[in-house]
């Protein structure tokens, strides 16, 4: 039993240096695993710092200097010194621009210098563009009546295969109609007992309109093949019908009047209003003012006057009013058109065809004549004053060159 007590006894030291042994270890452990845990949260802040400078950077694409200048602002905002930032820039496979940001950082440890690691590096990166986040709001209606105050009221037969909305009170006054999906209005929604409506709701949530200021951004040029000065008085083209291809920019703010007819297979750009009389296009019959191909734009900063027919496809947008003031606008079939007046009224007359596309006036009033029409797309107005007779609609099954709604920034990487 003595012999027993002696061995533990001699154990005792032992036991001690051992203990010790451990205890550095365990304190060596654990001060590399609290400079580690330091510097994973420092690289997490860092990275933070750099996606939101990258993103912040890419709202203003492609301005490269001016994207800099935001990415590092950012840094700094957020405690990184942006002199040390690596920014660059290259273009994505649909040809968009992507703003890289990189950071490397060093920092002193506190604790591993026992291992010989007297320093902890770590780097960041991040890589942005833009795009266009898809709006909702009133394009999700065929018919749309934006108005607080306006009545929107079919005065003829109609069959809609979708949805109509108005943003104060709906009424049909004729008898005979067919709505698919659902009459809403913020106010009273009423249909005659001929007219067929899968949801007659009033009390609904009022809508918005919705922004087409990146639709602009995607569609009109902002480098032109030729320009012209276009003085403040009229500038007239009297003897020839006009062609345009290519991108053509007429600035001065007057007003360009054509008189015997327009042909647009490019973009045009017009500080100004624009005035097309006559018609004398090749190929055509003497009743069409203007002829634009599917891929062409249009945008005139006042209004555009239209003495007799259009024919064609392609976007057409205007600061002023859009007046198509011939009977019979004849649209190229499967083909979209646009047709957007940011702060005026837009009147055409599409009779006996088939449109694809959109008519938007967001603050001005629709005037749509004709009859036995059938239009794929929206139509919306602050006010809808007329629709053709014998009207049908259908969502658009034909692809915009746009996307509707706001630029968002994302990151990539």
Sequence with gaps: MKGIKRFFRAEDGVSAIVVALLMVVFLSVAALVTDLGIAYYKRTELQSAVDAAALAGAYLLPDQEGASAAARNYLQLNGVNPANAQITFTLGSRGNSIIRVGYAQQKRSYFANVFGI???????????????????????????????????????????????????????SYRNGYIEGAAEAVGTAYANSGVVVGALISGAPFVPMVSFTEVINQMVPTVFDQSYWLPAVNLVAADNCMYFTGRTRIYGGGNLVLKKGMKLTGSLYVEGNLYVYGANIQGENGNTCILMSDTSVLYVTGSIYVEKNFKGAGSIFAGGSINFAGGSDKLTDKKPLTLYSSNGNITLNVGSTHGYGIVYAPLGNVSVGGGNTTWHGSIIGNTISYIPANLTMYA????????????TAFLIE
């Design 118 to 172: 007297n320093t902890l590096n770590y780097s960041c990166n991040a890589k942005a563009t833009t795009g266009i986040r898809a709006a909702k709001g009133a394009f999700d209606y065929l018919l749309f009546s934006g108005s607080p105050t306006g009545t929107l009221e079919m005065k003829t037969n109609f069959h809609i295969y979708g949805s109509v909305h108005s943003n104060y009170n709906f009424t049909t």
């Design 396 to 407: 658009n099954d034909v692809q915009l060159p746009f996307i509707i709604g706001s630029r």
